[in-house]
């Protein structure tokens, strides 16, 4: 996207609350636009549907940000991103980004072995779309549901004994099926940025750990290489589809400490079903 300098509308979509962790990764790297962020908070999670509701519920979302006038869209969930992303680019006519590549890619980049662990949720796990990227890139891959960690994130439990014994577990069970000679662990889900402080004690030294979300907001300053989007402060507009003030609630452990109050100002209830 060259040559269309004005400062860029770029919509993120997840199934909820966690994509503000992709959220905050590109507006740190590209605080110069405006961010419209929609999140499903009435219908996640999408980790556990099947691709016929994914695919479904995110188009409806992408059309809804389309609608509203976004230059382009980052599918921040990694669940819809790998499930659907097809089925919502051609619900748009605007370009569209998932997390998916930008992790596989940010997992080759470092990857000696070229054996990879990926934690995401059941369904990711089960479309095997990190397994078939980093296929591309060479890998063998092990791929791990860890579909408690959702509810513990959301719970609020970041660094907790119960939250450490689960990842502990997952990680065991991942590497059971890996050799030693795995050196990167991609984390495929949105929340699971949250936890790296608390992975990096538990997963093996010799592991590095990738976060799709910060690769994701890397690939989006390529893709908009042309603007300057480095100086200047963002804009953001939040549209949720259940409670905004459980949105507004659970919204500053995602966004991170240093989220300033006047980010969550203006945060909207969309009703998908009254716009189509
Ligand atoms: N946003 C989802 C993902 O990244 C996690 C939460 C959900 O299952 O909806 O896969």
Not at 102 to 119: H, K, L, M, T
Request: aromatic letters at 8%; one cysteine or more.
């Amino acid at each position: 996207m060259t040559g269309n300098l004005h400062r860029p509308t770029i919509g993120v979509f997840d199934s909820g609350v966690g994509g503000l962790t992709v959220l905050r990764a590109i507006a740190r790297l590209a605080p110069n636009a405006n961010y419209l962020f929609f999140g499903d908070t009435a219908r996640l999670p999408y980790g556990t549907k099947s691709q016929e509701f994914v695919a479904r519920y995110s188009s409806a979302a992408a059309r809804f940000l389309a609608e509203r006038g976004i230059d382009l869209l980052v599918i921040g969930c990694n669940t819809a991103s790998a499930l659907a992303l097809y089925d919502i680019k051609s619900a748009v006519s605007i370009p569209v980004i998932g997390v998916i590549e930008p992790g596989a890619d940010a997992a080759a980049a470092i990857s000696q072995s070229r054996e990879a662990v990926v934690f995401a949720t059941e369904a990711t796990c089960a479309s095997h779309a990190y397994q078939r990227a980093l296929a591309r890139r060479g890998f063998a891959t092990h791929e791990k549901a860890c579909p408690l960690l959702v509810p513990l994130v959301e719970e609020g439990w970041i660094d907790t004994p119960v939250t450490e014994q689960v990842a502990r577990i997952y990680t065991i069970e991942a590497l059971r099926t890996a050799s030693s000679n795995v050196d990167v662990l991609v984390l495929g889900c949105t929340h699971y940025p949250l936890l790296r402080p608390l992975l990096r004690r538990v997963v093996p030294q010799r592991i590095e750990i990738v976060d799709s979300a910060e690769a994701t907001a890397c690939s989006l300053l390529q893709f908009l290489r042309g603007h300057d989007l480095t100086a200047g402060a963002p804009t953001y507009k939040f549209f949720v589809t259940d409670s905004v003030e459980k949105f507004r609630k659970q919204a500053p452990v995602f966004l991170g400490l240093d989220v300033e109050l006047s980010t969550l100002e203006d945060v909207q209830r969309a009703d998908l079903d009254a716009t189509r």
